[in-house]
């Protein structure tokens, strides 16, 4: 098997007899399916004992190439059996994105001498290579359902070795290329890979609305969402989250359908993330690190972007190990340490360094914040925070209640910094005009980040320093139910217990005449607006106000 690597084949064939037999002789003598990888000038690069998926080349260790384009290089391969390529066979060429796979079968008895006849060890030559296809627009990981590869029957080794392999390679490279343009990708924007996994302890409906969530924070980031797959486990997998069937089921979609990133729908562990890279060869990410993207793209203010990056710096040092060979741990004993040790000894020291002084402002701008709260509260002037689910309307109803011009979208996360005006109601007692204060916060999310909760500490002080909250619910979203429960979860978590709220249901022009119903029915005290449509804000008025009033004649008694 080492003098193979001395080898060297034409340019221009796939193989030859004389190597063919070279190749199934070890195979034969060992007892074991033997696997050679040769690159496009004919030279031997990789020698393996098993099947191509056991022996196939981690994604990572592949060069670089892109979608209209295979990898240079292509597979031998015994089988003891005359048997076309299995599907794990196939996976693999998909996974690696082999030029092709020769697939040799033996007949269990060959020849002493080399050249002992037309055949030889060999009894039938099956070639496989890749075909361009459509993505599909979702998929469970199906393989047989993405129809990626191309098998021939049973063919003779003379008739594979005179095979014109530049000219079989141009050729799929060409339809490759038509495909790649066709579909008009854009380079600026991801090109995204949905997983999602379903355990025990969640319902159906929990499951679907998450990935629909993921899904729409993953186009607020700015990606395309190409296909989704999904597993039902009884726990996630330590090591790779999905089982390890899943894990090649992930790799073949993302290299059939073009991805370049994976997100998963829960938070991974730097090793599980480490160990998906491997497996995959694209960049994985969860849903932590993607809220935090977002965040990123959203910050608008100083205030926004410090507390933004307070919190992706204590996200990323725990990830920092194996974060690519320049960052890799050469090893922990005496004797073991190198250059990758000092270099994520120094990273690790300048991330530190740079939190604490992060902190520092962050703690510096809840002191200014506390301020502005305490002169508010010595003039006496009643504070209400907008607090809901993102995406709820929140900016839309200040705007609209105070003719002001903060930014709002359909989109999750649209602002981050808190936004305060004063809005004018009637007095509950007297009828009289009256001033408020009102706060626009961050929005909430299911399961909201830890380190986005720490980091934004002096944003959510508004919420807990309020004398009262407004609750705001999209009761056009499907799951609005679950997005009261996550942002009463959230509120029950912080440090201080905010004042009393007021609910009210947003977006009542979208939905049916029977949900409208059953929400009444469930919520008699809330409020049913359209802050839109500028529907029922007189009746919302008043009843901040009847707040204000209960949260003054609760704090004299």
């Known amino acids: 098997m080492q003098r193979l690597y001395h080898q060297r084949l034409p340019s221009d064939r796939l193989t030859t007899p004389e190597f063919a037999q070279k190749v199934a002789a070890i195979s034969t003598e060992v007892g074991q399916p033997v696997c050679v990888y ?85 009894k039938q030559t099956y070639l496989a290579h890749l075909l361009p296809n459509q993505a599909p627009e979702s998929t469970n990981g199906d393989i047989q359902e993405l129809k990626c590869w191309s098998v021939s029957p049973p063919m003779s080794l003379y008739l594979v070795s005179k095979q014109d392999f530049l000219e079989l390679i141009d050729g799929l490279e060409a339809e490759f290329k038509r495909q790649f343009v066709s579909q008009a990708v854009d380079s600026d924007q991801d090109q995204v890979l949905l997983v999602g996994i379903k355990i025990d302890k969640m319902t159906n409906q929990q499951f679907e609305d998450g990935l629909v969530e993921l899904a729409r924070l993953v186009n607020t980031a700015g990606g395309q969402v190409l296909t989704t797959m999904q597993q039902k486990r009884s726990q996630p997998h330590p090591q790779t989250v999905v089982g390890e069937g899943k894990v090649q089921e992930i790799a073949l979609t993302a290299q059939t359908v073009g991805a370049n990133l994976v997100v998963f729908d829960r938070d991974l562990s730097p090793a599980q993330v480490r160990n998906l890279e491997t497996k995959i060869g694209v960049r994985v990410i969860d849903r932590t690190e993607l809220i935090l993207d977002i965040f990123a793209q959203r910050a608008q203010s100083s205030a926004g972007k410090l507390q933004v990056e307070l919190a992706q710096l204590e996200y990323t040092i725990p990830r920092l190990t194996g974060r690519g060979e320049a960052m890799s741990r050469l090893g922990g004993g005496i004797g073991t340490r190198g250059p990758g040790e000092t270099k994520l000894e120094t990273e690790r020291r300048a991330i530190k360094a740079r939190i604490s002084r992060l902190q520092k402002e962050v703690n510096q701008l809840q002191a200014h914040r506390s301020r502005l709260r305490q002169h508010r509260q010595r003039q006496e002037v009643p504070t209400v925070a907008f607090v809901g689910y993102t995406n709820a309307g929140k900016s839309t109803l200040l705007n609209t209640l105070t003719n002001s011009e903060v930014y709002a979208a359909d989109q999750l996360f649209a602002t981050l910094d808190p936004t305060t005006r004063r809005l004018i109601v009637p007095d509950a007692v007297t009828g009289k005009p009256t001033t408020i204060v009102i706060t626009d916060t961050v929005g909430f999310i299911h399961e909201l980040p830890p380190t986005l909760i720490d980091a934004f500490r002096a944003t959510l002080e508004e919420v807990t320093d309020a004398d009262a909250l407004l609750h705001l619910v999209d009761l056009s979203h499907p799951a609005w139910q679950s997005q009261i429960r996550s942002v009463m979860n959230i509120l029950a978590e912080m440090p201080e217990t905010p004042g009393p709220a007021l609910v009210a249901f947003n977006k009542i022009d979208q939905v049916d005449g029977d949900t409208l119903k059953f929400t009444q029915e469930e919520y008699p005290m809330a409020v049913f607006i359209s802050a839109a449509k500028a529907l029922g804000l007189e009746t919302l008025r008043q009843r901040l106000a009847q707040l204000i009033n209960y949260v003054n004649v609760s704090s004299t008694e």
């Open 38 to 122: 040769l690159n496009r000038r004919g030279q031997i690069i990789r020698v393996g004992i098993g099947t191509p998926r056991q022996t196939q080349i981690p994604p990572l260790e592949l060069p670089r190439y892109g979608a209209s384009r295979l990898s240079g290089i292509r597979c031998i391969a015994t089988h003891l059996k005359p048997e076309a390529p299995s599907e794990a066979a196939l996976t693999a060429m998909v996974i690696q994105r082999l030029d092709a796979l020769v697939m040799l079968t033996l007949t269990g008895e060959g020849f002493k001498r080399w050249g002992g006849g037309a055949t030889g060890y060999i």
